[in-house]
């Protein structure tokens, strides 16, 4: 698998800090369990963050922190077993501790499924599954819009974007992606605000697209 797209240094910076929403870090996650590069850097930021912390003040602990940290570990689930999708190749390991929602046609030759991460922030995490060369409409987005794909690829303005590849959008970007033909193309999306379609056809959908 090669990889060309990846997330900035900046969201790498705040998935190590942990400061990225549950919805956002979920699809920064699924791109790491592909990337090695992007893992060795959120390694080196978690490092640099480390020494940051270790040469400021410390601050006390409770006085139970021991107990409840100690309780935390022995209470903790098992890792959740990976799923697999109607005979699909398994997804990667990040998306197994989430619900998924049955796949349902939104028009276009595009299907959308719900993934079961809690709304933070206005995020919202889905699926989307596009049939080989299908078109989506020209559109734009009014916040974030984060992908990793999962299958398949898709092409727009800023290049092609195949397995394990990050799209980081923002409402100064917008684009019109086209799946390859030959195999149909599985994201995984993390996303703030509406979509904002610039095509007469893409404004025609709008109120049946509730993502």
């Not at 595009?110 to 933070?120: H, L, T």
């Not at 086209?178 to 149909?184: K, L, M, Q, S, Y």
């Amino acid at each position: 698998m090669t990889i060309t797209h990846h997330p900035s240094d900046v969201t790498l910076a705040a998935f190590a800090a942990g400061t990225l929403d549950e919805g956002g870090a979920l699809v920064v996650s699924t791109h790491l369990s592909a990337c090695s590069a992007c893992r060795a850097a959120v390694r080196t930021f978690e490092r640099v963050r480390g020494i940051a912390l270790a040469d400021g003040e410390g601050a006390a602990l409770k006085a139970d922190a021991l107990q409840r940290a100690l309780a935390a570990i022995s209470s903790a689930e098992p890792p959740p077993v990976p799923r697999r999708d109607g005979g699909q190749a398994e997804w990667p390991a990040p998306l197994s501790a989430y619900p998924l929602g049955t796949w349902r046609w939104i028009g276009g030759g595009v299907q959308w499924r719900s993934v079961g991460v809690p709304a933070d922030a206005g995020t919202r995490v889905f699926m989307l599954k596009a049939a080989p060369g299908t078109r989506i409409p020209h559109h734009g987005h009014a916040g974030l819009e984060w992908t990793c794909v999962l299958q398949g690829a898709f092409s727009h303005r800023n290049g092609r974007y195949g397995p394990g590849d990050f799209d980081e959008a923002d409402d100064t970007i917008d684009h019109l992606p086209v799946v390859e033909n030959g195999v149909e193309c599985v994201c995984i999306v993390a996303m703030q605000g509406q979509i904002r379609f610039k095509s007469w056809i893409g404004r025609m959908v709008q109120p049946f697209v509730r993502i």
